[in-house]
């Protein structure tokens, strides 16, 4: 499905969007819709998310995107990025009693599940229920090579990604649980725990999973999962854990966000799946993949090459 049209009514609204608890495709669009006219009635034209749960994440995203409203992705909350996230109208959140909102950095604060239990049981899915167009998420880099930058991703860029990942991924199609040891406050994360899942109707685990032992017992707790995880935590598991518990559990396993190495790669090859690691960066979005063998193969829609002086560039749809 595209992810543009994915507030669909057409779309099969008993799906479970995420689980744990459990957020029907029905409830889920109603509580968008709810949240959108919120913001549209307030004139809210930008809107700064800080969430540590994935589907208030998207739900957040989605109202945003639906009431034409900018979105800043602040990376964390530190001083620098809590200031940049205040130049918004309003914060949107599911965590607002984090100090970077009571040290007088804070605009008007929404607590999303405050919102949650306003929205009406009724509420109609408007006539114009897609992303309005030109919608945007502003995201920070890295700053690994100098001062961070603000990149602007639009809707259609994020579609044009999942759409390429969709036809790309080498997982079942069964349905997985989405579960993730990265932000969908990063590109990596808002790419694989937003925007892919939404598209291929995959359900999200809710909480991001930081330490190893907690992303196995979120994949030990689903009949099949797909991993979303950094070699930072991958290259923690080892060999002294329950892997028996985890056997015909994981249809799937990503990696980005630094080298894996190929110990690690093997290792959960041997207990699960090897993984699927992807190269690019909140830049350029994904440019190449790899999984078995030690060559990146350039995604299909992506051009690479060399300049003269020997840097590399990419050019792709997103």
């Known amino acids: 499905m595209r992810l543009t049209?994915?507030?669909s009514p057409d779309l099969p609204q008993a799906h479970l969007i995420a689980a744990?608890?459990?957020?029907?495709?029905?409830?889920?669009?109603?509580?968008?819709?709810?949240?959108?006219?919120?913001?549209?009635?307030?004139?809210?034209?930008?809107?700064?998310?800080?969430?540590?749960?994935?589907?208030?994440?998207a739900c957040a995203m989605l109202a945003a995107w639906h009431a034409g409203a900018r979105v800043l992705l602040p990376p964390n909350l530190a001083r620098e990025n809590a200031a940049w996230g205040s130049t918004a109208d309003i914060w949107?959140?599911?965590?607002?009693?984090?100090?970077?909102?009571?040290?007088?950095?804070?605009?008007?604060?929404?607590?999303?599940?405050?919102?949650?239990?306003?929205?009406?049981?009724?509420?109609?899915?408007?006539?114009?229920?897609?992303?309005?167009?030109?919608?945007?998420?502003?995201?920070?880099?890295s700053g690994s090579s100098g001062e961070a930058q603000i990149m602007?991703?639009?809707?259609?860029?994020?579609?044009?990604?999942?759409?390429?990942?969709?036809?790309?991924?080498?997982?079942?199609?069964?349905?997985?649980v989405v579960v993730g040891s990265v932000s969908?406050?990063?590109?990596?994360?808002?790419?694989?725990?937003?925007?892919?899942?939404?598209?291929?109707?995959?359900?999200?685990?809710?909480?991001?999973?930081?330490?190893?032992?907690?992303?196995?017992?979120?994949?030990?707790?689903?009949?099949?999962?797909?991993?979303?995880?950094?070699?930072?935590?991958?290259?923690?598991?080892?060999?002294?854990?329950n892997w028996q518990a985890l056997q015909g559990r994981v249809a799937g396993i990503v990696s980005?966000?630094?080298?894996?190495?190929e110990a690690t790669a093997d290792l959960l090859e041997q207990h699960a799946v090897r993984p699927f690691e992807i190269y690019g960066s909140t830049e350029t979005g994904v440019i190449a993949s790899r999984r078995f063998g030690r060559e990146w193969r350039p995604f299909a829609a992506v051009a690479v090459g060399q300049s003269e002086d020997g840097a590399l560039w990419a050019e792709s749809p997103w």
């Not at 980005?256 to 190495?261: D, F, R, S, W």
């Open 5 to 7: 049209h994915i507030l």
């Open 20 to 57: 744990h608890p459990d957020w029907t495709r029905a409830d889920f669009n109603r509580a968008v819709f709810s949240i959108s006219r919120r913001l549209q009635t307030q004139n809210i034209r930008s809107a700064a998310l800080w969430f540590e749960d994935a589907a208030l994440f």
């Open 92 to 141: 949107l959140t599911d965590a607002p009693h984090e100090k970077a909102f009571s040290d007088g950095l804070e605009n008007q604060v929404w607590d999303i599940r405050t919102l949650l239990e306003a929205v009406p049981p009724e509420t109609e899915t408007p006539a114009d229920w897609r992303i309005a167009a030109g919608a945007e998420a502003c995201l920070k880099t």
């Open 152 to 176: 602007v991703k639009t809707a259609a860029q994020m579609e044009a990604e999942a759409a390429a990942l969709a036809e790309a991924v080498p997982f079942a199609r069964e349905n997985p």
């Open 184 to 241: 969908p406050q990063h590109m990596y994360g808002f790419t694989f725990r937003f925007a892919l899942p939404l598209t291929m109707g995959w359900t999200l685990d809710r909480p991001q999973n930081v330490y190893p032992e907690t992303l196995l017992a979120a994949a030990a707790a689903y009949e099949k999962t797909l991993w979303i995880a950094s070699p930072a935590v991958l290259n923690r598991l080892g060999e002294a854990r």
């Open 256 to 261: 980005a966000g630094g080298v894996l190495p």
